[in-house]
């Protein structure tokens, strides 16, 4: 199985990696092994693997397959440095991120006879979220994936009996269970609110009015949605109250693993809308719904005429926002303003960080304005009966007064100046890292940035990047004195895809930039860092040859600092730039030209999904030049078969699959596509899939479709590669309706 174990590992026929796995996690491997079981009908066994940052996984291991641990997580690089292992490392079969799973608990494939609907399909749950799943699977590949029952039931384990029907263990009550057949529904989808004048949250949806029982609450920290503004609310069903649990965070009756502070009723909703950046119109507004077991995430997309919003649909939707902005040439500001999927919204609103990001204890412990005077927020909700605290032995206790609540967690307002700088970025990273960058929030590398993380951690305090050096010069996650080569800086500066945040913005923030370039400059004053002052065009332009360099042009120009004579030399230079990170610092002020604009290198899937392809369009553009599709693939005879023959893919594949599959090539790589890097003792370098390998040499096939031939004797190393031979960015000349139609063409390839 590959699993990272000691040197003196007892097993016989596991592979062990040069380098061990962290004590800890070894540890933790013991107390959370796999769990694995072997389908009655196949023989063919089935593993249930427990993530640890980000994703939650399923294996179907064959003899001798290596599955990456620790190496990989699903099909996210983890340890980056260490040897990937002797065989090709075999991707999962099913990948389920954080906002859904967090502790797998492996199941069976069901070969019962009382649920026919469930025959064949690998059954199996997640013992933090506490859903079920019935996986259909074709070899190696996921077809679907269907939840079964509301999440109910703490899944510990799964057993089957001799006919084949299936059980499970209940960790929170003790209990045996199975699955029984709904006779019917119990729930009409039709019934939903598909309006927002339909929640009965707002007396009149049209003018922005609220309801009776729904309360504005205000924090401390707002995250940065490229510049929009936020009104949130607060709405209890009757008269209902939340346990604020301030000294004990778990109360009796309501087993909870993870001890959230704040215990909402059953339907409890929290609302946030959200107006365009110059305050004129709203864009939507999001919910949070509290079914009693979990919270569940909604969107209302604003009409132009703001007479209502109506309920995006589950997948997320895209619009195009345009607002005022002097800084921009012609004074105006063009967005991709996106509506976030359901799943989209459970990324930030998971159970690691209690759900509810902005009402919680550090964000509402602030002053507000009441009545003319001011008072502390947790007062006046105490005051108001929406929060009722209790003490440990879960007795009711008085309200808030002002000595009790300053007593309570608070953090720091980023935009208050009299307080310490340091203490501002906290609070900066609290509303925007906090909810990922935590403990069991999903973040792919091993630090935290919250208010009350430590920030001289050795893994990003000068600590060298895990995930991508961005050609930074001599890169460090923080390089202190020297924000220009922080990785953390270079990701917020940028657009596209690995900017941070990842979700929720689009748009640098300039005053946060700001405020971590203090921050980083600070640590070390005597450190000479990058500085621009309004210098000649041409020497500007020169600073485009180095991305640290280019950070700190991309924010005089983003500022307005640059005359605009200059301001147009340098966006004009960037325009002949090839993709790259130089370039996606200044994707977006860039001024378009009136065409319709290209994917460029961090395309965006939802925005070619929803759009109509021409499929006789999609043919022409799959034997362009530009797309190079024929050079691997095979379609009717004609083209290359270093890749998969297309000629009916679309049999097996989804139009979803099929755009990730050309989007993100490396995501997932089949076994018999997986390249290899081979290096010889004179020190070329030669990539490919392996065609031969004995005794005499190596043959690989490369991109071209030639074979390559490499005598033992001059071979240095050979080693699987984590990248697939179809390069990354093969759309981004093209427009997002070019990659629909070539999309078309391949969808109806069956």
């Known amino acids: 199985l590959n699993y990272a174990v000691p040197k003196d590992n007892p097993f016989t026929g596991v592979t062990v990696h040069d380098k061990p796995a962290r004590p800890e996690v070894w540890a933790y491997g013991l107390r959370n092994p796999w769990r694995f079981s072997f389908d009655r009908k196949t023989g063919e066994m089935w593993v249930g693997d427990v993530g640890w940052e980000l994703w939650e996984m399923v294996h179907k291991p064959t003899k001798g397959s290596n599955h990456g641990w620790s190496i990989f997580e699903a099909h996210q690089p983890v340890n980056t440095t260490w040897p990937v292992g002797p065989t090709p490392i ?361 208010a009350f993380a430590d920030m001289r951690k050795p893994t990003l305090y000068d600590a060298a990047p895990t995930r991508g050096t961005f050609d930074l010069t001599d890169p460090r996650v923080i390089c202190p004195g020297h924000p220009e080569r922080s990785a953390l800086y270079y990701r917020m500066s940028k657009f596209g895809g690995a900017r941070m945040p990842h979700l929720g913005s689009e748009w640098p923030d300039e005053y946060g930039l700001e405020l971590i370039r203090k921050w980083i400059a600070g640590m070390k004053p005597e450190a000479n860092g990058v500085v621009l002052d309004s210098k000649p065009a041409a020497e500007l332009i020169q600073k485009l040859t180095s991305v640290s360099d280019a950070i700190s042009l991309a924010r005089c120009l983003a500022e307005g600092r640059l005359a605009l004579s200059v301001r147009e030399e340098v966006l004009a230079a960037v325009a002949k730039l090839p993709p790259g990170n130089v370039r996606d610092l200044f994707e977006g002020y860039l001024p378009s030209d009136g065409r319709p604009k290209k994917l460029g290198t961090n395309p965006r899937p939802r925005a070619i999904l929803p759009l109509k392809g021409d499929a006789l369009k999609g043919k022409a553009i799959f034997f362009d030049k530009r797309a190079t599709c024929f050079t691997c693939h095979k379609i009717d005879g004609v083209g290359n078969d270093v890749g998969p023959d297309l000629s009916a893919i679309a049999k097996t594949r989804t139009r979803a699959f099929l755009l990730e599959s050309i989007l993100e090539p490396s995501r997932r790589v089949e076994q018999q596509y997986q390249s290899y890097v081979l290096r010889t003792l004179s020190g070329q370098t030669h990539t490919g899939l392996l065609v031969k390998k004995d005794d005499a040499g190596v043959v690989l096939k490369d991109a071209q479709n030639k074979l390559v031939t490499v005598p033992a004797k001059d071979i240095d190393t050979i080693d699987p590669s984590p990248k697939s031979l179809m390069a990354d960015g093969l759309l981004r000349d093209f427009t997002a309706q070019e990659a629909a139609d070539l999309l078309e063409f391949l969808a109806t390839r069956k």
């Open 90 to 450: 075999r991707p999962p079969v099913i990948e389920l991120d954080h906002s859904v799973a967090a502790s797998i608990t492996g199941g069976y494939v069901y070969r019962g006879s009382k649920l026919p609907g469930l025959v064949g399909k690998y059954v199996f749950g997640d013992w933090s979220s506490r859903r079920f799943w019935a996986a259909t699977v074709d070899g190696d590949r996921l077809v679907s994936l269907d939840e079964l029952v509301d999440p109910t039931v703490r899944v510990v384990a799964f057993g089957e009996d001799h006919a084949g029907e299936l059980y499970f263990l209940d960790y929170d009550a003790g209990t045996v269970h199975t699955l029984e057949a709904n006779a019917a529904a119990t729930y009409d989808p039709k019934n939903f609110p598909r309006k927002l004048s339909q929640t009965g949250l707002y007396a009149s949806a049209k003018d922005g009015k609220i309801a009776d029982g729904v309360y504005p609450f205000e924090v401390v920290s707002p995250q940065w949605q490229d510049g929009a503004k936020a009104e949130r609310y607060v709405a209890l069903p009757g008269t209902s109250s939340i346990i604020d649990n301030a000294e004990r965070k778990s109360i009796p009756g309501n087993v909870d693993w993870h001890q959230f502070k704040f215990h909402f009723p059953k339907n409890a909703v929290l609302v946030k809308t959200i107006a365009h950046p110059d305050g004129k119109k709203r864009i939507e507004t999001q919910l949070l719904h509290f079914d009693g077991e979990v919270w569940r995430g909604y969107t209302y997309a604003w009409r132009d005429d703001q007479s209502d919003a109506d309920l995006v649909p589950m997948e997320g939707a895209e619009k195009t926002v345009r607002f005022d902005d002097p800084k921009m040439p012609g004074g105006k500001r063009e967005l991709t303003w996106t509506f976030n999927s359901r799943q989209q919204c459970i990324l930030c609103h998971h159970f690691w960080a209690e759900f509810a990001l902005g009402f919680k204890t550090p964000q509402l412990n602030r002053m507000i304005e009441v009545g003319g005077s001011k008072k502390n927020q947790l007062v006046y909700f105490s005051e108001l009966g929406l929060l009722t605290r209790h003490d440990r032995q879960d007795r009711p206790q008085p309200p808030y007064t002002e000595k009790t609540a300053a007593r309570q967690q608070k953090i720091t307002d980023p935009r208050d100046v009299s307080a310490g700088l340091e203490d501002r970025v906290k609070g900066y990273f609290q509303a925007n890292c906090g909810h990922c960058h935590m403990y069991g929030g999903g973040g792919a590398v091993d630090f935290e940035l919250h």
